[in-house]
């Protein structure tokens, strides 16, 4: 897909692209929601074959994706503090839908344990809308309750070096906003009426 593993492009490095050209737009609302939507994984990436050139398999690929949903949601979470937008990640489990078709007896054990896809969207809908969620931001909701993400998709220093790759992977500086989120935005004061004029302004600088 463009070039790219299409599990890595589809589950990452799309949204990741998304998000950060819906940035200007979401810190201009005043306050919003961004909630990524992952599955359980315990998978530590491999920044020397990310996209599984070298050795393929479909399980690891896969957990590798949503390890990069849990880094990137926390690395733009901090990125985004003190300007009213909030950032979570949210595992719903087993979803009854029509996606595993193909796959018989996944499809089956989906629809056997599986949530309605309406009760599931709604925990989704809670998260980004009800009050007593107004002030969490980097956090792991797991059907709607709050859980303690794995140890390594908290780490700052992995969040920052797959925050760089998937910027220049994506070419995201040179599609979107062009500022620097741990200063210009991290300054911005939500209570005020306008945004600075420096987060309107486009410079040759990229979100760190």
Known sequence: MDGFERMFAGNHLGSFLLTYLLLDRLLASG???????????TVELKFDDLQHENTFNPVQA?????????????????????????????RPGLVRSSLK?????????????????????QKIVNVATEPEFENTTGKLFHKGNEVEPPAYALDQAVQQRLWEISATLTKAPEQGP????????????KDKDEIPELLREETTGSIQ
């Not at 896969?62 to 990640?89: D, H, I, K, W, Y």
């Not at 629809?111 to 009760?119: H, V």
């Open 31 to 41: 306050s919003a929601s961004i909630i990524n939507i992952t599955a359980p994984s």
């Open 62 to 90: 896969f957990s590798a994706t949503q390890m990069a949903n849990l880094l990137s949601t926390f690395a733009l979470a901090r990125r985004m503090e003190n300007t009213g937008v909030r950032v979570n990640a949210f």
């Open 101 to 121: 078709e193909s796959f018989a007896p996944i499809h089956f054990l989906t629809w056997l344990f599986g949530s309605p896809p309406e009760q599931v969207a």
């Open 178 to 189: 062009n500022y620097d989120p741990t200063g210009s935005i991290a300054m911005y004061d």
